[in-house]
């Protein structure tokens, strides 16, 4: 049975990590070793050096690099309240999924 590429992908990330600092505002301040997590991804591939690595390795930044998972990463704590907040309150966010 033929796995999806979807599957496959994410399949790589797979003992991969990566260090995420966190504002006390869930702000995302710093992420280190996603370059290195998107290389060993390409290494596990085992594409010989050249055009295809290449195009690969521009994908898998647009998806896996910083930009990208800062965005992702702040999506998934955006539901988060600015301020302290106590049991019983309620706080309203709102955030653009881009869809």
Do not use: C, H
């Amino acid at each position: 049975m033929k796995r999806s590429m979807s599957v496959f992908i994410f399949s790589l990330l797979l003992g991969q990590s990566f260090t995420m600092t966190v504002s006390s505002r869930m702000k995302i301040v710093a992420l280190e070793g996603l370059d290195e997590m998107v290389d060993r991804m390409i290494d596990n591939l085992d594409i010989p050096e050249g055009m295809s690595r290449e195009q690969m390795k521009e994908n898998f930044q647009n998806q896996f690099g910083d930009e990208s998972m800062k965005e992702t990463m702040e999506q998934m704590f955006a539901f988060y309240p600015e301020l302290p907040v106590r049991k019983g309150d309620t706080w309203y966010n709102e955030l653009d999924s881009g869809y």
